[in-house]
């Protein structure tokens, strides 16, 4: 069983906004003659879809499993079902499906037609409906309401449950008897193999391995000729010009801190802040082309900068770099990948530089921990692409 949890579509990328996800549709039909895939429905399903409707349609149509929770703002209806009972396995499964109620990371035409529930409050309904079930076997929920959300439910979840999270780009595994949340990293950069086995006299059997994409095994030829095809009809002279060569290779987070660096020593500032979904595919030892850089970082601008106390700093710097953290309970979900002056005066001022998803007055306090800083761009840095392509070799 292949479980997707949602954000399979990216507008950033340039040959999926060309070709209206071309590649992407080819990769669910063929990953669906392989298993059963199930899919749930996450804030990028319609990146480049104005009717959710028409992409629940066209996976049903390739035999995929729909999850979501979402419902029409006009009457209610339910996108796809919100919960399922499959029998086809060895062990009865119970599927669920939950989607992010963070309305600004839809597409305003979503925001329009749809309702988003409430993760946590939906969550508590879905915990006391799978204990009340008579529907005897395994719980799979694929959450992509947040870490948060994911925190409160595991909590709440019976004995035998797998809860696979999303939304946050982070790689986590939160283990409890006969229970295993995971966050799965993003950008396709591994694959989680779960095997569940079901013992008699011992109950649930739970265990996890993590498969870097990179030792997944050989390319499959048929999609790599569907790739190369869509990139010869999708992709410009420009596109795939060679605008550096990076002198070596960096690993998910590697990446992100590799990204800020280039800032930080770009921009000459004390400290840089950019908010970890920012952030896409790993940067590769070799020639870098410049449509690499859309998936490099997904959501290009210039620099934001303010100036600081040393005691605000520190209070930022103490909720940044949150893929450090192990334990779950001090992570707020999306967080920013920093890098901070080694010694912090408290009393001393300091220039702040974020990107423009960071500054905005709504995003400050989770992203950052502060609030009501004033903001404005830095006239000399108006592009985090170029400065890669800058420090490129």
Known sequence: LVLINGDIFESGNVVTARSEGVVEWQFLERLSQMAPVVVNIGNHEGAVEDDLREVVRRLKELGIVVLSNITSAADGSALAD??????????PLTLAGMATNDLNTYRQVHRDQWSFPD????????????????????NIILNHGGIVSDRHLFDALPYG?????????????QDAPGKLALHTGWWGAQIDKVVITQHPDKGWKIDHEVIPLSQAGSVDAVMAAEIADAEAIYLTESDRAIVGHSAQSFDAVGTMHEIVRIIHEAGGYDAVCINNT???????????RKVALNS??????AMQTTQVTGAQLSAIRAIANQHGLSDWANRTGEYVVGQFPNVINPDTLY?????????L????????GVQNLAFSQDPTFESMRQAIIDALD
């Open 296 to 301: 490099l970082i997904r959501f290009d601008g």
């Open 161 to 173: 449950s797998l809860l696979i999270g999303g939304h946050d780009h982070l790689i986590h595994r």
């Open 351 to 359: 220039t702040l530089a974020v990107n423009g998803w960071v500054a």
């Open 278 to 288: 920012t952030f896409g595919s790993h940067l590769t030892e070799g020639p870098v």
């Open 119 to 138: 993760p946590i409050a939906y969550g508590d309904q879905l915990a006391e409906q799978l204990f009340l079930s008579s529907f005897s076997g395994f």
């Open 82 to 91: 919100a919960t399922l009972n499959v029998s086809d396995f060895r062990i």
């Open 361 to 368: 007055p709504f995003n400050q306090q989770r992203f950052l």
